[in-house]
């Protein structure tokens, strides 16, 4: 009763373009949460870099089949134009459109169709806190009038994104929205919120499930907090 009251309770969140819009909220992960790293398989190469396992893959894809829905019942019979922001989304990506594929299946309801396209971004701060941003890949001329819906692993700071969507509608697309698999409760948020979000994540350095450091982790399946070993063993020697 009480997840289903939360389900439907829509909160008026504030776009980076001013637009306001509703989103569903997403599952709080608190902030003492965490699940036991001899009760789950975690790769061997990395015991003893991580301190916690945060979300099990188990639950992260159990988490975007209902995010798959809310974005099925959102778009009903509309094409979106999915754009993937690499490389850290791309695991929730494929997660994601293997759960729309699904909906393929069942033409007697709603589905959404869609295309994709993969980008790498790079923001750097300005002096304005809206920054500037680097967008590499992708073919940006074909947003013109579609329904874009950009597939982020983390919106933590929010600067990436606040950076990007202006660019994103500057090229003619029909609407921008952003799913992001995890949201961040840092200090250092810009306010910015995704429209689709999976967990709302303490303010910790979460690695796997194609989140890195430096490179490292991409290969687990889990979301795990790195530990104080994982950070000095994989933090690059600069000299
Ligand atoms: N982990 C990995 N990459 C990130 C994070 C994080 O917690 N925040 C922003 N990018
Ligand atoms: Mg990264």
Known sequence: ?????????????RLASGDAFSRRDPFVIGDQLSFPLDMFSVPHHYK???KEIMIPHGLVIDRIQKLAKDIRHDYADT???????????SAYFQ???????????????SYVPFTFDFIKVKSYKGVSSTGSV???????AALEGKNVLVVEDIIDTGLTMESLLPVLEARGANSVRVTSLLEKRTELSSGFRGHYVGFSIPDKFVVGYCLDFNEFFRDMDHI???SDRGIERFT????
Do not use: Y
Request: proline share 0%; glycine share 8%.
């Open 1 to 13: 009763m009480m997840a289903v009251e939360q389900d439907r309770r829509a909160r008026n969140v």
């Open 48 to 50: 003893g870099d991580v």
């Open 79 to 89: 094409t979106i134009h999915l754009l993937c922001v690499l490389k850290g989304g």
């Open 95 to 109: 997660d994601l459109i293997t759960a729309l594929r699904r909906f393929h299946d069942h033409a007697d309801h």
């Open 134 to 140: 680097q967008i590499t890949g992708g073919d940006l």
């Open 224 to 226: 795990c907090v790195i």
């Open 236 to 239: 690059e020697e600069t000299r």
